[in-house]
């Protein structure tokens, strides 16, 4: 029953879209039903941190958690990272966030939905989940190089499925072809605007700071059945 109401309510949505494009993002994409507050979730892929300068911190695994503001596309996460590999040049090292447990990298921020491209069509639109990133550190090596990632940085996740009926939706942060760069830079806010995203600058060791590119997947978990509405 529950699955039907939703359904109903998912179609008469759909029935009812005539604005333009412009008029479809004055709203940012929803989570229905209102009662969901929290989510969990896990990767499925590896991670990859990348630099332009070809150093790549690789984490076999990562799990999640956040929670759902009532009534609105937002919330808190805490992303934990794990068995992260630094590689410099071909020289390994394993990497640990500052304070946690061996070769664990946490990661804490804020998450909003919102339009990668308009459309008047459910099936259309293109729905991403924005990544905040509060300030991380992190040491890898017996040497303990020092990495401090910097707050407000942000990764452009798409969601390949956001029209589903579903309790369970992933999210893909890729990189630009071979470049050592975001494939998914700017995102339209809740008043239509196209805006780019803050990029995520970290420095080592106190040098000049560089610009990361987080790369993976992850799927996240509701509690039950959910639609992304627009």
């Known amino acids: 029953m529950r699955h039907l109401k939703l359904l109903i309510l998912a179609l008469a949505v ?3 879209i005539t604005a333009t494009a412009a008029d479809t993002a004055l709203a940012l994409p929803t989570v229905l039903p209102e009662a969901l507050h929290s989510w969990t979730g896990k990767s499925t892929s590896q991670f990859e941190i990348l630099n332009p300068g070809g150093v790549e911190t690789t984490c076999a695994a990562a799990t999640a958690e956040g929670t759902l503001e009532e009534g609105r596309p937002s919330g808190l996460f805490h992303l934990h990272f794990k068995e992260c590999i630094i590689d410099f040049k071909g020289t390994e090292a394993e990497c640990t966030g500052e304070g946690e447990e061996t070769g664990v990298i946490l990661v804490l921020g804020t998450w909003h939905f919102v339009y990668d491209t308009l459309s008047t069509s459910l099936s259309s639109a293109g729905v991403a989940m924005l990544f905040s990133l509060g300030a991380v550190k992190y040491e890898c090596g017996s040497s303990s190089d020092s990495i401090e990632v910097k707050p407000g940085g942000m990764a452009l996740c798409l969601i390949p499925n956001p029209t589903a ?22 995102y339209y806010d809740g008043g239509g605007t196209l805006v780019g995203i803050a990029p995520i600058l970290s420095s080592q060791n106190g040098e000049p700071t560089i610009e990361l590119t987080l790369v993976g997947s992850l799927a996240v978990e509701f509690k039950e059945d959910a639609l992304i509405m627009i």
């Open 14 to 16: 759909l029935g009812a």
């Open 165 to 186: 009926l579903t309790r369970r939706f992933e999210f893909h942060c890729t990189k630009a072809g071979s470049a050592h760069r975001p494939a998914e830079t700017k």
